[in-house]
């Protein structure tokens, strides 16, 4: 065996003193005999080496056990990390096929629902088919509805239409009439116009028998008294209105003192034809109320206010 301080001891202890004897008389032998001395030592040294390489191989096994034992230890840390961590997402899973099942549920509950949902949108349809096969035939009567009135709207319309030209050509009679009685309006108008002129001139007494004694000139009966004269000579003439509030004017001619004729020429625009008469006539003045000349037949025997 070897020693705490590195010397090797035997099978059995001895005390110190012993021990230091002995030692004594292996160095008297190893003096006494160097080569025994060498080979032993050289004994002591391979076995001190061998123990070395012992104590060195148990070191390392030491620390390899020491480094297993901190690495298995990791391992376990590990391990039981892993394991936690395996039953957190066992716990996850569980609560997410819970998850799922609820979510099945949900979802057979809603695919009932929606099944409920599809019967029900299927009457629907099914009513909307029936209702729109009955909307087609209505479309079809009213169609057939609208045809047989729009022919006859088209016979009504063609009758309008022939109404309508009668209508315009009547119109256009009408505006006919209608202008023609626009002209006759203006004319009537301008002859009111005229008249009224007429009158405002022919309420002046001079001017009223001045309008006599021309429209006298204008008549057949100048024609009379010119024929008498060219038998009998000149006459003598006294005009004059006669009573009323638009008298006409009367011509007196007087011929040879005996032989007369009376004419009244009425120039008021209301005056009927004829306008120009013979009044009264005789060939014996008694009785007559013989008036004294004021007027003459002048040239182209017409009649003539003055002597």
Not at 187 to 207: F, K, S, V
Not at 243 to 254: K, N, R, S
Not at 280 to 303: F, I, Q, T, W
Request: net charge negative; glycine share 10%; proline share 4%.
């Amino acid at each position: 065996m070897v020693s705490q301080d590195g010397h090797e001891t035997g099978g059995e202890h001895r005390p110190d003193g012993e021990e230091a004897l002995g030692s004594t008389d292996v160095g008297r032998q190893e003096i006494s005999d160097p080569e025994e001395l060498t080979a032993r030592l050289g004994i002591k040294d391979n076995h001190i080496r061998e123990l070395y390489e012992e104590i060195t191989a148990s070191r390392l096994a030491a620390d390899e056990a020491s480094a297993s034992k901190e690495a298995g230890e990791g391992y376990i840390e590990a391990l039981e990390r892993e394991c936690a961590g395996l039953k957190e997402r066992i716990k996850d899973l569980e609560e997410e096929v819970r998850d799922r099942r609820r979510r099945r549920e949900g979802s057979g509950r809603q695919i009932a629902r929606l099944e409920r949902e599809l019967e029900r949108k299927e009457g629907e349809i099914s009513h909307r088919d029936y209702l729109l096969e009955r909307r087609e035939e209505q479309m079809e009567a009213e169609g057939q509805r609208a045809e047989e009135l729009a022919a006859r709207k088209d016979l009504a319309l063609q009758d309008a239409l022939r109404r309508v030209d009668g209508l315009e050509r009547d119109l256009e009679e009408r505006e006919g009439e209608i202008s023609n009685l626009h002209t006759t309006i203006e004319t009537l108008r301008g002859d009111l116009a005229a008249e009224q002129e007429l009158r405002g001139r022919l309420a002046d007494p001079a001017n009223r028998l001045r309008a006599g004694i021309d429209l006298f000139n204008e008549s057949g009966h100048r024609h009379s008294v010119n024929s008498l004269s060219r038998t009998l000579g000149q006459p003598e003439v006294h005009v004059e209105l006669d009573d009323g509030d638009e008298p006409p004017a009367v011509l007196t001619f007087t011929w040879q003192g005996f032989t007369w004729q009376t004419y009244a020429s009425d120039p008021g625009p209301a005056v009927e034809e004829p306008r120009v008469y013979l009044k009264s006539a005789g060939e014996d003045l008694s009785g007559v109320d013989h008036k004294p000349p004021n007027a003459r037949v002048g040239p182209g025997n017409r009649v003539v206010l003055g002597l």
